[in-house]
């Protein structure tokens, strides 16, 4: 028993790091016509969202500001779900998963 604990420990530091590794793991795509980019971290966290010029300059501030604000919950909402189901299976929550 004390063995399995003593793993789970270990598992959740494990996590952790791998946690931190990916909130500081940034990349960018870009849409094939050029138009969008999106800077994102390994955690699925949108950090940045910029459009090409062609609308106005206080349109597309607020555009970028709410695809960013979109993205972000869209993927939360997706974290949410997948750690209920991991819930369900496991019998608990676990560490790290929301």
């Known amino acids: 028993m004390f063995d399995k604990m003593k793993?789970?420990?270990?598992?959740?530091?494990?996590?952790?790091?791998?946690?931190?590794?990916?909130?500081?793991?940034?990349?960018?795509?870009?849409?094939?016509?050029?138009?969008?980019?999106?800077t994102m971290n390994g955690s699925q966290e949108v950090k940045e969202v910029i459009i090409k010029n062609g609308i106005q300059e206080s349109e597309k501030v607020d555009l970028e500001r709410s695809l960013k604000d979109t993205f972000n919950r869209s993927i939360k909402h997706s974290q949410e779900i997948a750690a209920k189901k991991m819930r369900d299976v496991v019998g608990f929550n676990l560490p790290g998963l929301t």
Do not use: H, T, Y
Not at 17 to 24: A, R, S
């Open 7 to 38: 793993g789970l420990l270990e598992m959740q530091k494990k996590m952790q790091i791998i946690k931190q590794e990916l909130d500081n793991a940034n990349f960018d795509i870009a849409s094939s016509d050029g138009l969008v980019k999106i």
